[in-house]
């Protein structure tokens, strides 16, 4: 390892220790905001409304977080979402009584629109920062210490609410944020694919990522307009690989099969013991985090053994696993049966989520950005619209039969998108055999194997 690509390493693993650090105050509220808004309200409408919001915010931001990127510097996007983060979580705290309603969906908004803003600027990021050739190991290096961090939160997120109170968890997730920010601004990072894009055609080197206020002044209906251009052109590659975009849209329909457990373990929770809800919620959802950490770690010795991905039969096949387990989770079984279904739902997510977002990373790095924007729209408005849904019917129907349905329709797509990646590897072997070029079937350059049928050119 050159000394370039370790000193890179190293400035990833600062930036992945701030996140996961805001993970951990992220996955702490998440049992607290949602047992809250329940206690307050004793309706499951109110939380998939709090839900909806959130992720309608992040939604709308999806939409435009590629012209946003266009124009701003990832450390900069990434830094003022922390912040924004930060200061809602303290206007949970301080605000009076009388806008206590209000200021729970204005923070919901802003969590929903910052925490999209960010993670579209993190992932479009990552292939710069750690090279082309390491990003297997940067998602799968990202999601195993949020996962660990989601163990920390979950694990604690019954003590803290339960023996120190709701703003105790606030306050402790405002300054998990604070951290973040402070590493995000310490850390020498490159700017996104738009940006180097723009001063390579530019003739300007910019190593630093330190940019060019006064020109970006004189440019900014420009650079708007190639903002746009680019998210057409975003679109139309996913569009250009059917693969791919099939699994965009079948990320969106998990993303609603998400918004059914997530809405409904609260529910489940507080019937299976109405004095001490956060018990089976945290548990559940520890248990479920570690699966994850154990997924990456397999990931890692597998992308460094083989030099290959996991694929996108291993994103479908995950997906299928991943919403079993969430249905069988809801019904009924013993906690030593609960847990194991909680530890392989864990991994099926943690295999699925780096497959998807290594996938999207083999864009072109001028479309990167935007793709990641596209595919956030696509996740907040399969779960946004999913909370409306699911929230309205867990008052009528069981936390089982809801979420059986919601995670139903993911099992139906994930099926119809496995179907296609086997038909283009059968006719990819075919075509090869009729050519009698390359041997060895489908397997190809190892290096160039992770794209698995879903490819798009330039990537």
Not at 41 to 66: E, H, I, Q, S, Y
Not at 357 to 379: C, I, M, N, W
Request: glycine share 12%; charged share 10%; with cysteine.
């Amino acid at each position: 390892m050159t000394s370039g690509t370790a000193l890179k390493e190293r400035r990833y693993r600062i930036l992945v220790a701030g996140y996961a650090i805001s993970s951990y105050g992220t996955f702490l509220n998440l049992v607290a905001l949602n047992l809250y808004v329940y206690a307050v309200t004793n309706r499951a409408l109110a939380v998939g409304a709090f839900m909806t919001v959130r992720f309608a915010a992040g939604f709308l931001t999806g939409l435009v977080a590629g012209p946003l990127l266009a124009r701003w510097s990832a450390k900069g996007a990434m830094l003022w979402a922390n912040l924004l983060q930060a200061a809602a979580m303290l206007l949970l705290v301080v605000v009076p009584d009388e806008y206590h309603t209000a200021s729970l969906f204005t923070v919901s908004a802003v969590v929903g629109a910052a925490g999209t803003l960010f993670m579209v600027a993190f992932r479009s990021s990552i292939p710069h920062m750690v090279g082309e050739g390491r990003t297997t190991w940067a998602n799968s290096l990202m999601v195993s210490w949020r996962s660990m961090a989601m163990v920390a939160g979950f694990a604690s997120s019954g003590v803290v609410v339960s023996l120190m109170g709701y703003t105790a968890a606030f306050l402790a997730d405002m300054g998990t944020f604070l951290v973040c920010a402070l590493t995000v601004a310490l850390l020498p990072m490159a700017r996104d694919a738009a940006d180097a894009t723009a001063d390579g055609a530019n003739g300007k080197g910019d190593p630093e990522g330190k940019g060019d206020p006064e020109g970006a002044e004189g440019t900014q209906g420009t650079q708007g307009a190639k903002g746009r251009i680019r998210s057409s052109a975003a679109l139309a590659a996913l569009g250009a690989a059917p693969a791919l975009l099939l699994m965009v849209a079948l990320r969106g329909v998990d993303a609603l099969g998400s918004s059914s457990h997530n809405a409904a373990l609260p529910v489940y929770s507080t019937r299976l013991d109405a004095d001490s809800p956060a018990v089976f919620v945290s548990v559940f959802w520890c248990v479920w985090a570690i699966g994850n950490v154990l997924a990456q770690q397999v990931l890692r010795r597998y992308a460094k053994r083989t030099e290959r991905a996991v694929g996108s039969l291993g994103f479908g096949l995950g997906t299928i696993v991943m919403s079993a387990t969430f249905i069988l989770a809801f019904a009924g079984f013993p906690w030593v049966a609960t847990i194991v279904i909680a530890l392989l739902a864990g991994a099926a997510d943690g295999v699925t989520e780096v497959s998807y977002t290594s996938h999207l990373q083999t864009l072109p790095g001028d479309l990167r950005t935007h793709a990641f924007g596209l595919s956030a729209t696509v996740e907040n408005l399969g779960f946004g619209v999913g909370m409306i849904v699911v929230a309205t019917a867990l008052d009528a129907f069981t936390p089982l039969s809801v979420v059986a349905v919601a995670h139903g329709a993911a099992i139906v797509v994930a099926l119809v998108f496995v179907a296609q990646v086997l038909w283009q590897r059968n006719a990819s072997r075919k075509a090869t055999a009729d050519s009698g070029e390359g041997g060895n079937g489908d397997a190809g350059p190892a290096r160039g194997s992770h794209r698995d049928g879903a490819e798009v050119s330039g990537g």
